[in-house]
Nanobody, 116 residues
């Protein structure tokens, strides 16, 4: 019932920018904490950015300053603006919605590839 659909991934050169979007349906979007995670080969899944229903944000140290998470409750969408991309940002990026610790949903992921 709950569906999260990511878009905006692709191939970009180092130093470039991408904007990821995650459109949610089947849940009360405004009540969900939203987050972006990423998984790169040989690495554990890591939290990239998080935004609460109230709009408070947090970022992994590796992406601070470069990435910005935001949400538009009217559009049921969360965004991840990624600037100054580095090859080490290459990963599958996943959108996550959480209304509670036991009500968590994931998108299918979108590939971000940053070339040197």
């Amino acid at each position: 019932q709950v569906q999260l659909v990511e878009s905006g991934g692709g191939l970009v050169q180092a130093g470039g920018s991408l904007r990821l979007s995650c459109a949610a349906s089947g849940t009360i979007f405004s009540r969900n904490a939203m987050a972006w995670y990423r998984q790169a080969p040989g690495k554990q899944r890591e939290l990239v950015a998080h935004i609460t229903p109230g709009g408070s944000t947090m970022y992994a140290d590796s992406v601070k300053v470069r990435f910005t998470i935001s949400r538009d409750n009217a559009k049921n969408t969360v965004y991840l603006q990624m600037n100054s991309l580095k090859p080490e940002d290459t990963a599958v990026y996943y959108c996550r919605a959480a209304m509670s610790a036991t009500s968590v949903y994931w998108g299918q992921g979108t590939q971000v590839t940053v070339s040197s």
